[in-house]
């Protein structure tokens, strides 16, 4: 009967233990529950994660309860919520993290917003909403972390180096002008009626005119002289060499008579049996039988053999001699003269007094004679007035605009620019950089991965991929580049050595580039180094100053110098 008794009592007893742990509300949870990894908070790209790691103490977490916990960073006139979690007791009925009354447990809670420059002073908290038996009750926030260091969001896109259209203006233009002089067989005599034919009269009148005028000067001249590949080849060899002297003699002489002393180099060459030559115009020809005689020539590749093969071949050999052999007792003689364009003095002058007399190559190169960006935009301006259906003339205005920071400008030219050349990649590139500049980093990506193969699209892939967060993809796309992005990505991956060298590189230094030099120098443990680039920075942009003020980058420096 005791036994019974004793047994009872124990059951209610543990009744009563379990209606207690349901009972009673969830306490207040305490800062030192939590730790937050990384502790400050750090950006990724242009986002803030964040992993909260908390302990919950034992007989702390009712088995009835639900607790939704909300991560919020909150700063002077703002707060930016994460996703909420769940965590319960083990009697309630949700889908989170389960915590044992009796021995407590472990909670994570994932942390991520997209950064805004305000951030860099702030805390992180938890906020805390319970459900315990149908009633909602909300516990305080406790603080579990501060501020943000947003190194990773200094990409420095108004640096990127936008596509231009290539002009095509070529300062010296290559001409050629030749004539042929025929021969009888088996003489190498010059004929009259040969250098008085519509085509040599031609070839030595523009050579005459290359001669008189300003802007052209005669390069070179050269003589290939040929024998017909019938007869032998000791005799071939020694009738072309003549036809070669012979025509070098009569363009010697003909160069003097015309007075014509500037003429580069007269060179020449002779050629006994033009088989080659012979090949081909038996392939145009509509000779009946000349797929045999092609066969012939692939089949012996002895001069001498081919030649008395053909022989053999009586029905053809006619139709050889009378239309092919005679097209290959010639010397042909070639001019290279040289069209001098316009100087760059010439058609800066131009630009400036009549912009109408340049062409289209000639105005869009005046655009590449300077490197101030005003007067490109003025060139690039007035060369769409006049080239208004030339889509780089738009293009390369758009350019320009995005250098001098014109966002809008720069959309508005470009958007013209790809009207007129919808798949030009050049122009798919720089509206690919005006919308990183925006901030719209999925049209950049499409726009940017679509141009594939411009040179400068390397650069700015790497920029786009800073600003997702993958660095060592940067990396790659950057290259061995000297510039703030490059360098950016290398602070990022923690190579500091690299990153100095890469700063130091850079040619024309701005602001950027030394406030990342002095990034460098903090977590390098360089006070000197963190100094001397802050003032430099502060002298190019006053605004450095109360950035790095509100850096935790430079959180151990006395910065009440700048």
Known sequence: MIMKKTLVYLSLGAVVLSMGSCSKKVGEFASEYFTTNPTPLETVGQTVPATISGTVPAKFMPKNAVVTVTPVLAWDGGEASSSQVVFQGENARANGQVISYKEGGSVTIPFNVRYQPEMQKSDLYLDFKVNQGGN?????????????????????????TPASAPSGFERIIQEKYSAEIKFLINQANIRANQVNAADYVDFNGQLQKANEAPNREIAGVTVNSYASPDGSLEFNTQLAEKRENNTVSYVENQLKKDKITEFGELTSSFTPEDWEGFQQLVE??????????????????????????????SAVFDELADEILPQLRYSKVIATVNVIGKSDEQMNKEFDTDPSKLSIDEILFVGTLTNDLNRKKAIYTEATKLYPNDFRTWNNLGAVEYQLGNYDAASKALAKAAKIAPNDKQVELNEGLVALANDNVSKAKDLIGGAAGVPEAASALGVLYLEEGKVSNALNSFGGEKNNNAALAQILSKDYSAAKNTLASIKNPNATTYYLAAVVGARTNNENMVLTNLREAVKLDSKMAEKAKNDLEFASYNLSSL
């Open 136 to 160: 909602d009750y909300v516990l305080p926030r406790v603080k579990v972390g501060y501020g943000v260091i947003a190194t990773s969001t200094m990409t420095d896109v108004a640096t990127l």
């Open 284 to 313: 145009k020809s509509n000779i009946q039988d000349k797929e045999l005689i092609l066969s012939v020539l692939k089949m012996y590749k002895d001069p001498e053999m081919r030649e008395k093969e053909l022989r053999n071949l």
